[in-house]
Structure formats: C-alpha cells, structure tokens
C-alpha cells in the first residue's frame, strides 16, 4: 500500500460519507460499513496494487494512536458518580457475563478447532470479548429506548475493553515468554502496575492543574479540546518509559481525568464524537484495506459457524445468566444480548497482537476467525440497529 494512494483514499471516503451520511443511514448503512467497504476495494483483492503487512509501520501508528485515544476516552466519559445510581446491570454483564463470554468461547473454539493450540484459542476469545456500541449507534442514541437499557450498553462497551485488556497483555506475554528475557507473570506485574499508576498520576494532577488554570482563565478556548489528548499521549509514553504498559495508562489517565474535572471529560465527550470518530473510522478502512486480505483465503464453512455462535449463542448465553434476577424480560435480555458487537476494540487488538508476536504464522485460523466476526458484526449490526431499536421500543416504555 502506498501512503500517498491510502491518504487519498481517506479523503474521499470521509467526504463521500460525510457528504451523505444522513441519507445512508436513512438505508442502515452506517459508517463502519463505508469505511470497511472502501478499505476492501482499496486492497489487493480489488483494486489495490500492493498487499499491506499487518505490522507495516503506517497500520501499527494508527493502531497505536487509535487505541490510546479509544481507552482514554472510554474511561474519560464515564461519570463514576452517575454509574454508582444505575450500577447493577453493568456490573452484572462486566464481572458476570465477559468471564463467562471468554470461558465458554474458548471450550467452544478447541471443540471447533481442535487443531489449535489452547493459549491462542483463549487470546482468540479474549479479543473477540470486547463489545463496541458505535456499531448499534443507532441503539444508544434512540432516546425511544429506555435510558437504562442504553446506558447499560454503552457502558458496558465502555468498559469492557479496559477490562480485557491488561489479561490480553498477559496471554500475549504467556506466548512471547515475556519481555527480555524476564518470566512472563513479573513482566506482567510490572506492566499493569506502573502502567494503571502512571496513568492515575497523569490523569489526576492533569485534572488538577487544568481545573486551576480554568478557574483563572488562563486557558484559550480552543485548547480546552488539546489537553485531555496530549494528557491522554503523554500518559502513554511515560508509562512506556518506566517499563509499564501505556495503553493501560491510557486507560487510567482517562478515568481520573474525567472523574475530576468535568469540563474536561466533556470536551473529550466531543472529541470522541468528532474527531475520535474519523480516527476510529480509518481504523477500520484500514481493517478493510489490511486484515480482511490477509486472511480471507482460510474463511471456511467452520470459521464461518463460529463467527455466527460468537454474536449469538456465546454472546447471548451469558448475558442471559448475568441477568438472572434482575427483573428484566426475555426481550430485553434478547435485546442487550444481541447488542454486543464486535468492532474497534477487537481490530486495534488484533494489530497490536500482530506486532507483539510477530506473526500470523501457523495461527492463521485464529486470526481468520477474528476477522470474518468482525465483518459479519459491522453488517449484521450496522443493519439491525435501527429497525431492533423501532421494534424494542413499541413493546416497552422509554422511562424503563
């Protein structure tokens, strides 16, 4: 791929959808299948010249810069004081539901893929664990839907990426042996360790200073909306320098941040709506344009019978067990269940498991598994949201 082609691409394809995107969605045509699309015909497999590496440098930046700005802004736009009044049914799904979803999806896989070994089975389930209400935006912004269902959701998808996170790091170090020689459970100590108090140091005395300098005035207005980002990059590279993880960092950096200056967490609510979103969009015509061709040619009816039970039986399971007790109907529990999607999170994952581990050699199936998941979750979701969120909403009342 060269850069200049794939840089011209981006800007036709933002201004193409920007252009249109109210009337494609008029269609349940959303932005994540717009840029997937393009991101295909961009590729070998239609138009383009030349095949992009996974690990190439300019798919590995906007990896690495998307998933420090999707973590921080996850944790930065929770309000924990708002969370502590509607908690249970988050809760529920996050310390319930994802242990269940990566368990069951990994004995699951190993009778599917026998053949593979089960420590990369178990990063298959991790990676796919990751739920992303940006492809059921439709959902979360249908104010028709009632505030707790959607609230539920999006918070759900909102944390459940921070969670998986620090246990993907430790299965990739499982598989590497850790880093420099060192064993992988103390490498992994240390990189949650000093990484989670790197990013709570940045976040809070970021918060600190901020609401200071606000307080006085001393701050343009226009660089209310810089700071939390370059707090959000800085975080990462100190955590990095000391030896922890910055993207766990960046998680926490976001979450004391927005926890302790709310005009802060506000403006990276607008960040994240704006110019997060054209960077997350990119991340997947760049999942369209790299991942998609790399492992197309091992999709089979079995990969494809996974892919299936991944946004279906071994999502909706466990959704349906955390909620044991919780009062609500079968349709709404069919209705969050369903609502899991799989999309950036998973993506940013998978590029920085490449990276770290090198290869997708003799992994292939995993990684095929992955991707065609994923594809299936940017249709299937992108065209049920809307007219799931219609049907949901004539059968029960938007006050819950």
Do not use: C
């Not at 992988?184 to 200073?209: D, E, N, R, S, T």
């Not at 005035?217 to 700071?227: D, T």
């Not at 790299?290 to 946004?311: E, K, Q, R």
């Amino acid at each position: 791929m060269h850069e200049a082609t794939t840089i011209l691409g981006i800007a036709l394809v933002v201004l193409g959808y920007g252009w249109f995107s109210k009337l494609l969605s008029r269609f349940n045509i959303s932005g994540p299948m717009v840029f997937t699309g393009v991101g295909v015909l961009l590729s070998p497999l239609v138009f383009g010249v030349q095949a992009t590496h996974l690990d190439s440098e300019v798919v590995q930046i906007i990896a690495e810069v998307a998933l420090i700005l999707v973590l921080f802004s996850d944790a930065a736009t929770l309000n924990l004081g708002e969370l502590k009044r509607d908690w249970k049914l988050p809760a529920r799904l996050l310390f319930i539901g994802l242990p269940i979803t990566i368990l069951v999806a990994t004995f699951v896989a190993k009778g599917f893929f026998p053949a593979e070994s089960t420590i990369y089975l178990l990063l298959m389930a991790l990676l796919l664990a990751p739920t992303d209400a940006a492809l059921g935006k439709a959902v979360v912004s249908d104010t028709r839907v009632a505030e707790k269902i959607r609230t539920t959701i999006n918070v759900e998808s909102g944390l459940n990426d921070g969670i998986v996170f620090p246990i993907v790091i430790t299965v990739i170090s499982m598989i590497t042996g850790g880093s420099d020689g060192q064993g992988w459970l103390p490498y992994v100590a240390k990189q949650i360790a000093v990484g989670a108090v790197a990013g709570g140091l940045v976040g809070y005395f970021g918060a600190m200073v901020s609401t200071k300098v606000l307080r006085k005035n001393w701050m343009e207005h226009s660089y209310q909306n810089l700071v939390p980002i370059a707090l959000a990059i800085f975080s990462y590279y100190l955590a990095e320098h000391f030896g922890g993880n910055g993207f766990i960092s960046a998680f926490f950096a976001g979450l004391f941040l927005g926890n302790n200056n709310q005009r802060l967490r506000e403006t990276v609510e607008d960040f994240s709506e704006s110019e997060g979103e054209l960077l997350i969009l990119i991340s997947f015509l760049v999942f369209g344009i790299a991942m998609i061709p790399v492992t197309i040619g091992f999709w089979n009816l079995t990969i494809l019978g996974y892919a299936l039970l991944s946004l279906t039986f071994l999502r909706m399971v466990p959704v349906a067990i955390s909620l044991i007790g919780s009062k609500l109907d079968f349709s709404t529990i069919l209705f969050i269940g369903w609502f899991g999607p799989r999309g950036i999170a998973s993506i940013l994952y998978v590029l920085i498991v490449v990276h770290k581990i090198g290869t997708i050699e003799n992994h292939e199936t995993v990684y095929a598994v992955v991707s065609l998941t994923i594809l299936l979750s940017i249709v299937l979701h992108g065209v049920s949201a809307k007219p799931f969120a219609a049907l949901y909403a004539k059968s029960h009342s938007a006050d819950g």
